[in-house]
């Protein structure tokens, strides 16, 4: 699903003319398949997230190569990548990411708008999607008139309502009392099991880390050698 072949970003900070590189991951190679769940952990400033934006697409690589679903990405433009996000890849971050003056059905409907899905089959989809999840009934609600887990699900069936194969989850759980992170982290389960989505997961969470096929250390921007968990 994921191959991540020597790897390395580096942040440039300073003024132009002056500008200092700050290596952040030093290659990475990397191989996640099809219907794994996967954690990365690894401390603060690790390069974890850094790791989870370049499988984005929002950071550029400085070198490497990286092919997500057979799809070789590493040269993809801004444009090429806004596609290939649609069609490929669901996102599940700590902070939800919802867009606070839609309802709770307009967040979830946003990715079919923005595929051009005829309204009626928009409909259709949401409808089902707030039943997968459980959220009957909370379609008009905004954000901020739901509680985390709520507003966690609206943003799972944000992520699932393009089918994706991967789930890419930023701290999925660290908004979340230990009751919601449990029903959140079997729903997780759930997915992967039934419907075979691939999941990778950065977390400081042992929780998060215990329901992964495979953990991922990461240390000083390389993966540390003896850490990976089979
Ligand atoms: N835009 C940026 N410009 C310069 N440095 C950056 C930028 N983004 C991140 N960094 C640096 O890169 C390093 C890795 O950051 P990253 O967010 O990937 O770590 P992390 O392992 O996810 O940390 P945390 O667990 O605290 O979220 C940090 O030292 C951070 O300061």
Partial sequence: MIKVEQLSHSFYIGK??????????????????????ISIVGKSGSGKSTLLNLMSGYLKPVKGRLVIADTDVTE????????????????????FQLIPSMTAA???ELPLVMKGIPEKVRKQ?????????????????????????????V???RALIVNPPLILADEPTGSLDSETEEELLSFIKKLNKEEG????????????????????RLDDGRISKGAVAV
């Fill in 76 to 95: 993809y433009s801004e444009a090429e990548w806004a596609d290939f996000r649609l069609n490929h890849l669901g996102f599940i971050f700590q902070s």
């Fill in 125 to 153: 989809k949401v409808e089902e999607i707030f039943e997968r999840v459980s959220l009957q009934g909370y379609e008009e609600h905004y954000p901020s008139e739901l509680s985390g887990g709520q507003q966690q699900r």
């Fill in 106 to 108: 307009q967040n979830v």
């Fill in 16 to 37: 132009k003319g002056k500008q200092k590189e700050i290596p952040i991951l030093k290659d990475i190679n990397l191989s996640i398949k099809s219907g794994e769940i």
């Fill in 197 to 216: 989505i691939t999941f990778v997961i950065v977390t400081h969470d042992d929780e998060v880390a215990s329901i992964a096929d495979r953990t991922i």
């Fill in 155 to 157: 943003s799972i069936a």
